[in-house]
């Protein structure tokens, strides 16, 4: 996420690297650089340019303080700068309604039907809400479906009627039937066009004027960059929506939609899409997306994401098992589906702050644990339970089983042994011994 930026702008910040005070010859220097990497970012130039004049009125402002280097006072400025520029604060979504309506707007191909689910999703799993989806994509052949397998897969009822072509109808139909059945979220779909057309505008306009929602979104592919700005100007001229959702912040964006959306239309981004997964959603923080661009990590974002996987319940029976010396394979295996279930993994290394230098050109791969996986899947329920009993002829067949080598399975079975060690050892308080384990396995 953001990568190429993160480079440039740290490039930048090395002119002032050796100097002992800010000055105007330096400040100029660097914020040329910082506004040439916003400008290869897709930010609008007009914008960059505000910004790092802003950045620079506030730089020589004011005296360094003794205890932060020039370096590090231009970091913290570009920070805050950025960080008011995508919006100072999080925007939360409004559920005041009974139902709530929110009405999904966007052009095709943007992320929209997916991303219908994963609000869905996220609404049931995480403000105990009761969502009903609503297919309002009355043209694309396979829209109504596409919704319907999205609803399948997290459990959400979806509402569509495909005799009906009239999407107003549809809406209002929809929000009857959810008063009567108890759905107190409800999420409308429309159609997406290939680029914005009078007839669309009117059709989405009149669902609007029909149902009043509490929120409209309009979904927007970050990909897109500029043109995705431009596209939230038009949708916003006639609809006066209420925020922006980006989408496919995990691929190769160069962020400029991400940093200068708010300040053309004035409106917040709500939430970002970070993967394929219905679990691939996050409220938008501006200050933790600033922190991210300059490198810093998101460590409180990684945290939360920790805790949304960790069952309390779960956590105590665990514990109970490494004390008795029986954690085994399947509660190992039972980790590591929680550890999946919080994105794709260079997303959460890039989180950790200074790991995204380290891993830029690492190709880590989504599907880490995969052979992992298949070595345990290939155990016994015997095996996966006393792993002392894989012998040489079953670590050949587990091997074969799993199209690893013994090499491989034994490799897995010495961590998986010093990982246990390592559980009992923080269980009893033995802090040293588990230091000097620590030094033993590099």
């Given at each position: 996420m953001f990568d190429n930026l993160s480079d440039k702008l740290d490039k930048a910040f090395h002119v002032l690297k050796g100097h002992g005070q800010i000055t105007e010859v330096n400040v100029a220097e660097t914020l040329k650089e910082v506004r040439r990497a916003l400008v290869d970012a897709d930010v609008n130039y007009k914008i960059a340019k505000d910004f790092t004049n802003t950045v620079k009125k506030k730089a020589l402002g004011q005296d360094v303080l003794k205890s932060l280097k020039p370096g590090q006072m231009m970091v913290k400025l570009v920070k805050d700068e950025l960080t008011e520029l995508m919006g100072g604060d999080a925007e939360g979504i409004n559920l005041s309604g009974n139902p709530s309506v929110i009405l999904m707007s966007g052009l095709q191909g943007s992320g929209k039907t997916t991303f219908s689910g994963k609000l869905a999703n996220y609404l049931k799993n995480k403000k105990t809400k009761k969502p009903l989806l609503v297919a309002c994509d009355v043209y694309r052949p396979a829209a109504i479906d596409q919704l319907h397998v999205v609803g399948d897969q997290i459990g959400v009822k979806v509402f569509s009627d495909k005799e009906n072509k009239n999407p107003v109808d549809i809406s209002e139909k929809a929000i009857s039937y959810a008063k009567e059945n108890g759905f107190n979220v409800v999420i409308i779909d429309t159609a997406g066009r290939l680029a914005v057309d009078e007839a669309m505008m009117t059709e989405i306009s009149n669902i609007h004027t029909a149902i009043k929602p509490e929120e409209t979104l309009f979904v927007v592919d970050s990909m897109t960059g500029q043109d995705a700005v431009n596209t939230a100007k038009a949708f916003n001229d006639v609809l006066n929506f209420d925020g922006v959702i980006l989408t496919k912040l995990d691929g190769d964006t160069r962020?400029?939609?991400?940093?200068?959306?708010?300040?053309?239309?004035?409106?917040?981004?709500?939430?970002?899409?970070?993967?394929?997964?219905?679990?691939?959603?996050?409220?938008?923080?501006?200050?933790?997306?600033?922190?991210?661009?300059?490198?810093?990590?998101?460590?409180?974002?990684?945290v939360e994401r920790a805790q949304e996987q960790y069952d309390e319940e779960e956590a105590r029976k665990l514990?109970?098992?490494?004390?008795?010396?029986?954690?085994?394979?399947?509660?190992?295996?039972?980790?590591?589906?929680?550890?999946?279930?919080?994105?794709?993994?260079?997303?959460?290394?890039?989180?950790?702050?200074?790991?995204?230098?380290?891993?830029?050109?690492?190709?880590?791969?989504?599907?880490?644990?995969?052979?992992?996986?298949?070595?345990?899947?290939?155990?016994?329920?015997?095996?996966r339970q006393k792993p002392s009993v894989i012998n040489a002829s079953r670590k050949k067949r587990i091997g074969k089983g799993s199209g690893t080598s013994v090499t491989e399975v034994n490799q897995l079975l010495k961590q998986f042994d010093q990982m246990g060690k390592m559980m009992k050892m923080m269980q009893g308080g033995g802090g040293k011994k588990m230091m000097q384990m620590m030094k033993g396995m590099k």
């Open positions: 962020g400029g939609a991400a940093i200068s959306i708010k300040s053309v239309v004035n409106k917040p981004i709500k939430f970002i899409g970070t993967g394929e997964k219905m679990e691939a959603i996050d409220v938008f923080y501006p200050s933790r997306m600033a922190d991210r661009i300059l490198g810093m990590g998101d460590v409180v974002s990684l514990q109970k098992k490494i004390a008795k010396n029986q954690f085994g394979f399947d509660d190992f295996l039972n980790q590591i589906q929680q550890v999946k279930k919080m994105g794709n993994m260079k997303d959460l290394m890039g989180m950790i702050p200074g790991a995204g230098k380290m891993l830029k050109n690492m190709d880590i791969d989504d599907d880490a644990f995969k052979h992992i996986e298949a070595i345990i899947h290939s155990m016994t329920p015997e095996e």
